[in-house]
């Protein structure tokens, strides 16, 4: 009797969808990004927390209808499949370059904007005589810009926003992006490339979608050839053209065609609730981040998010101050014993603060919110008194529960520094900044609450996703 054995085939992964690297970050050190974003979304819905300068949004905006105007002619047709949006962003992305090399080359205070792809586009405009084409990034890197570059970072505003794009599509330029361009244009002067804006392509003797076709794989080199003039200045082009700088809370001169995008609509709609936000900071005249939360829990009552705002925040801002401390503590140290971080000065307070403030959160109606499991699983850690066993919980739950890097881990009862953020890490904050420099911008209040005028919520130059893939 002959025994045959059943031969199984091999083991195959299937992926259901384009794989992704996953992106390591340090901002969100105590695992509650879901429900702040849930907060940050009754506050400013739309908006990310990169979106924070009107200004990028009129360049992009130009950006997409001139980059439009070429890759129509290559490849026409919808931009529903993925495939699509790749060949379309492909003649966007140079572009979005090209304005950070024009705002280098122009601005002597360029590292004070917000310019993502900073470092390495330096280079190429002041070190590299703008040579390889992919701006000095490596293939690798100029690939992942879609996901990192200015476009990503308010990709969002050009979905969600009504009239950037076309049905939202996020890529087909609507009639406020083309209002936007138009304008951007006009202030361009001698810079402007050198055939009108919205023009049909194949109709120019110099142009044809054979030649336009040869340079697909390179859309950077075509850029740089036919825009030669994208770093030329003119009168009034910082203020009129280029991004602006992050401390700076002024009325834009395109605010008129701005305004109606980010905070228009009747009662109800998104824009005319980020209005009624930004008016109520500006009223209140608040001071700090936990009046701002406050002024705003008291005037939307009846929004039982925005109304988590002040105890949330009081709980988040508590846990945030204890990383720090221990930041602090093993600033010295490779590794410290537990007891020691625990003695470092002004430990035992902040360990007391991040109690009540769990405390108030669990006796609070917001336990019961949608997306709160990971408040009030944090909560659930600090209801004993104990600074030293508030660290190891703290720690514990930063090591199993925390966002991307870790800060430091326990072993043995000594605290091991991994790689901890010296700048103190990312507090969760709620767009109360981008929300309030959007409407000083675009006319809608006077000034900048003093509560956010020295504020570090602005977006620095990250060579990570964030907030939402390009699709």
Not at 103 to 122: C, D, E, F, S, Y
Not at 123 to 136: L, M
Not at 208 to 231: A, C, P, Q, T
Not at 357 to 362: D, N, T
Request: proline share 6%; net charge positive; with cysteine.
């Amino acid at each position: 009797m002959t025994t045959t054995a059943l031969r199984l085939p091999e083991p195959r992964i299937l992926f259901s969808a384009p794989w992704e690297p996953v992106v390591s970050r340090r901002g969100d050190a105590l695992g509650l990004r879901d429900f702040a974003e849930s907060l940050s979304d009754a506050v400013a819905p739309q908006l990310t927390n990169r979106i924070s300068d009107g200004r990028w949004i009129t360049i992009l905006a130009w950006c997409l209808t001139r980059s439009n105007d070429v890759s129509h002619v290559v490849a026409p047709g919808s931009t529903s499949a993925r495939e699509a949006q790749e060949r379309r962003y492909a003649w966007l992305r140079p572009l979005e370059l090209m304005w950070v090399a024009r705002t280098i080359h122009q601005a002597k205070n360029w590292r004070a904007r917000p310019l993502n792809g900073m470092r390495r586009v330096r280079r190429w405009v002041q070190d590299d005589d703008q040579k390889p084409p992919t701006f000095g990034m490596t293939l690798d890197q100029y690939s992942r810009y879609r996901q990192t570059g200015m476009y990503g970072g308010y990709r969002r505003a050009f979905r969600k926003l009504d009239g950037l794009t076309v049905h939202g599509d996020g890529w087909t330029p609507g009639k406020t992006s083309i209002a936007l361009a138009t304008w951007l244009d006009g202030k361009l002067g001698l810079a402007r490339p050198g055939w009108e804006l919205g023009s049909d392509m194949e109709t120019i003797d110099r142009f044809s979608s054979r030649s336009i076709s040869r340079f697909v794989g390179r859309e950077d080199k075509w850029w740089l050839e036919h825009w030669g003039e994208f770093l030329t200045a003119s009168r009034g082009s910082d203020m009129n053209t280029l991004p602006r700088t992050r401390g700076e809370h002024s009325p834009l001169p395109e605010a008129r065609l701005l305004q109606p995008l980010l905070f228009g609509g009747s009662q109800g709609a998104p824009g005319f609730h980020r209005s009624a936000v930004a008016q109520c900071l500006s009223h209140a005249d608040v001071v700090s981040h936990s009046e701002a939360c406050e002024a705003l829990a008291a005037h939307f009552k009846g929004n039982t998010r925005i109304a988590a705002l002040p105890v949330f925040s009081r709980l988040a801002d508590a846990g945030m101050a204890v990383m720090r401390r221990i930041t602090i503590a093993l600033f010295t140290e490779p590794a410290t014993p537990l007891s020691q971080v625990v003695g470092h000065p002004g430990m035992r307070e902040a360990c007391a603060e991040l109690h009540d403030a769990a405390k108030a959160w669990r006796q609070s109606p917001h336990t019961a919110l949608g997306r709160a499991e990971s408040v009030n699983r944090f909560a659930e850690r600090f209801m004993h008194r104990s600074p030293v066993e508030t660290v190891r919980a703290l720690l514990e739950h930063h090591e199993a529960r925390g966002g991307g890097l870790r800060w430091f881990v326990l072993r043995d009862d000594r605290v091991e520094p991994r790689s901890f953020d010296l700048s103190g890490g990312s507090a969760y904050r709620f767009r109360l900044w981008n929300v309030c420099r959007l409407a000083v911008q675009c006319g809608v209040i006077p000034e900048m609450p003093a509560a956010f005028r020295h504020d570090a919520e602005a977006d620095v130059e990250r060579e990570d996703a964030d907030e939402e893939p390009v699709s």
